[in-house]
């Protein structure tokens, strides 16, 4: 679902140690979704008080402007909870910047002006409250 709301392919499946991954490639960047590790559960749970249950990772083409490959990360994530309403979180940076979180029905972006331009603002569709969201 979250492949279709940037418009790329069904994702291609592999397997990767002892994960079985979707792995697709579009709009400057490669996707990577697998179930969430153990470890990945429980940090969200004690850090954000949400259960994870998928996970995505962005490979960013590295000759590219990265600006249009997050739009379509942050489009892709926005399309995803508003189709299912479902807890989620997204980083940039390896990890480091959380950009969004969306808890409980309540949509919280961080309120940093640089990545959030009024093209990507205009992306979102439902209330939201801007935050200084910490990512660990």
């Known amino acids: ?7 790329i392919q069904t994702p291609v499946e592999t ?9 697709a490639s579009g709009a400057g960047m490669t996707v990577y979704g697998a179930y969430t590790s153990e470890r990945a559960q429980i940090y969200m749970r ?3 008080g ?4 998928v996970e995505l990772g962005f490979e960013l ?4 402007d990265r600006s249009h490959p997050q ?15 479902a807890d989620c979180g997204l980083w ?3 990890n480091h910047m959380l950009v969004l979180l969306h808890r409980c029905g309540q949509l919280t972006i961080d309120d940093r002006e640089a990545l959030w331009t009024l093209p990507r603002l205009r992306l979102i569709k439902h209330p939201y ?3 200084m969201l910490v990512a660990h």
């Open 1 to 7: 679902m979250w492949f279709e709301g940037i418009g």
């Open 92 to 94: 940039f940076k390896d």
């Open 50 to 53: 949400m259960a994870a249950n």
């Open 71 to 85: 739009t379509a990360i942050i489009k892709g994530t926005l399309t995803f909870i508003e189709r299912t309403g």
């Open 46 to 48: 004690e850090r954000f």
């Open 129 to 131: 409250t801007l935050q």
């Open 61 to 64: 083409d590295a000759c590219r």
């Open 15 to 23: 397997v990767n140690g002892d994960r079985l991954m979707g792995v």
